[in-house]
């Protein structure tokens, strides 16, 4: 019977029985259950390669491919034993069905390169998978961006009404911001994670005739990694890996912590989707926005799991050592929470909708266009911008800083300029029109933007298809 206890199958026979606790100490087996599939996926390729090849009897190979099989669609069973790790378990489950046939799946291979490759496996369908969302967030903002194109926004600095901006232009600026990442992960995707490390043995490689490429090609992987102490030892591809996606989680989590204010009654500047709000036991008017809340903690979590990665790494000595497999609890954490953020940063975004009215009258409450105010008088009147800056902010501390129109009035006076012309710089509609720039709020600016960004997202979905047939990859993790 396979349970609590079963013989131990790698030491025995130099060191005798294992002790329970130390087993359960240095054990990887809850964590394993995440790459299960994968170690099991790279346990077919590898009997179905040494097969092919005839390295191993035909019949043997048969017997274990086929529970190895079973296993791919219930595992539970190796989830009960007290071993090392899921690599012990599935060796100790098909001896047991098959007997000692089952030995022969351990020629020319090493738990070193299997789990690398498991986790470059597991690491490759997710970070595909986000790229997809990804790519149907920004879809989403841009499809939201193109309603409020002429919706005024104040933007904010030090958190202080700053400038007129527009509801798209914030959005836009979301999705330049995930287009970044969506660029970046699919050029990690192929320059550092989809390289197989099979073949590698435990360091130095295998004298089984095993073609590296052709195992490789079976698995989907698109190269090797060529030196085998590199292959099994490195672990440069988490730490690229979870880098990036900590920077996109703490993105987001600074947009996040923009909608948990907006939401706040003081300014009420979004009704966000009520799926994303929740109540309070015993204060009956609150709604908290809490997804935004755990994007937000998420953010500081994945700074947590990429600082293990790192202290973690840092240190062990080249070739593979058990503080690796220590690792892989907080890369895989970190992947299905990235995935799940976005997935749900998506749905928010996809309800959201923004309180026109009350942005307004904020709008015409602070004093938005001052820069445009001053940056005309410089212009106007050839006059340095620091000066032109100096003589609107003494009017500013002269008639108050609310009043827009007391200020052009102030500014005519003292200037000899005609107000009309300063009150039409100062209308935040015109200020927006008058904003040429590439990139800024300006309607016609924007609504150009929006169809150029529209053409790469098209581009850039193409791709993903592509990359999502040719790996063979579905949306399954
Ligand atoms: N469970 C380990 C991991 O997840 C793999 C085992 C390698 N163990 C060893 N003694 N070489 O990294």
């Known amino acids: 019977m396979i349970g609590k206890g079963f013989m131990s199958l790698y030491r025995e026979a130099l060191l005798g029985k294992s002790d329970e606790r130390i087993t359960a100490f240095t054990s990887s087996l809850e964590e394993d259950k995440l790459i299960v599939k994968e170690v099991i996926e790279v346990l077919i390729a590898h009997t179905s390669h040494l097969r092919d090849k005839g390295l191993i009897p ?171 102490l590199f292959a099994t030892s490195s672990r440069d591809f988490i730490s690229i890996t979870a880098s990036i996606v900590t920077s996109l989680l703490v993105a987001l989590s600074r947009i996040a912590e923009d909608f948990i204010i907006w939401c706040t009654p003081q300014y009420d500047y979004i009704i ?13 008017h609150k709604r908290n926005l809490v997804t935004m809340e755990v994007i937000r903690a998420l953010g500081g979590e994945a700074i947590g799991h990429l600082t293990a990665i790192l202290s973690i790494s840092k240190g062990v000595p080249s070739g593979y050592n058990l503080d690796l497999q220590e690792i892989n609890k907080h890369l895989l954490r970190l992947l299905l929470n990235t995935l799940e953020a976005v997935t749900v940063f998506r749905d928010f975004m996809d309800g959201v909708e923004f309180n026109v009215e009350k942005i307004r009258d904020d709008i015409m409450k602070y004093p938005l266009t001052t820069t445009e105010l001053a940056e005309f008088l ?100």
């Not at 995930?178 to 990690?188: E, G, P």
């Not at 295998?206 to 590296?212: A, F, G, K, L, Y």
């Not at 933007?449 to 990859?473: A, T």
């Open 378 to 477: 410089s212009l106007k009147l050839g006059v340095p911008y620091r000066e032109a800056h100096r003589m609107v902010a003494s009017v500013i501390k002269e008639v108050g800083g609310n009043d827009l129109r007391k200020i052009c009035e102030e500014l005519s006076r003292r200037l000899g300029v005609d107000v009309s012309d300063l009150n039409e710089v100062i209308d935040f509609e015109n200020a927006l029109r008058l904003k040429k720039v590439v990139g800024s709020p300006n309607p016609e600016v924007m609504s150009k933007h929006l169809r150029e960004v529209e053409d790469i997202l098209l581009k850039d979905r193409e791709k993903y298809m592509n990359l999502r047939s040719s790996s063979g990859v579905g949306n399954e993790l």
């Open 272 to 284: 966000p989707p009520s799926t994303h709000l929740s109540t309070s036991s015993i204060m009956p």
């Open 58 to 228: 035909q019949d043997a190979a048969v017997k274990i491919l086929n529970e190895l099989s079973k296993l791919l669609k219930d595992s539970s069973i190796l989830f009960t034993m007290n071993v090392e790790d899921v690599h012990e378990a599935i060796e100790l489950y098909l001896r047991n069905v098959v007997g000692d046939d089952a030995g022969w799946l351990a020629l020319g291979r090493s738990r070193n390169d299997h789990v690398a490759a498991a986790l470059r496996l597991k690491t490759k369908k997710t970070i595909i998978a986000l790229i997809g969302e990804l790519i149907n967030l920004r879809s989403t903002v841009i499809n939201k961006a193109r309603k409020y194109v002429d919706v005024p926004l104040p933007t904010f600095t030090h958190l202080q009404p700053a400038q007129i901006s527009t509801v798209a232009h914030y959005l836009t600026y979301i999705e330049e911001s995930l287009r970044v990442y969506t660029n970046i992960l699919n050029y990690i995707l192929t320059e550092v994670i989809d390289k197989s490390p099979l073949g590698s043995g435990a360091s130095t490689g295998t004298i089984v005739p095993i073609d590296r490429h052709e195992l490789a090609r079976l698995l989907g992987f698109s190269d090797v990694l060529v030196n085998t």
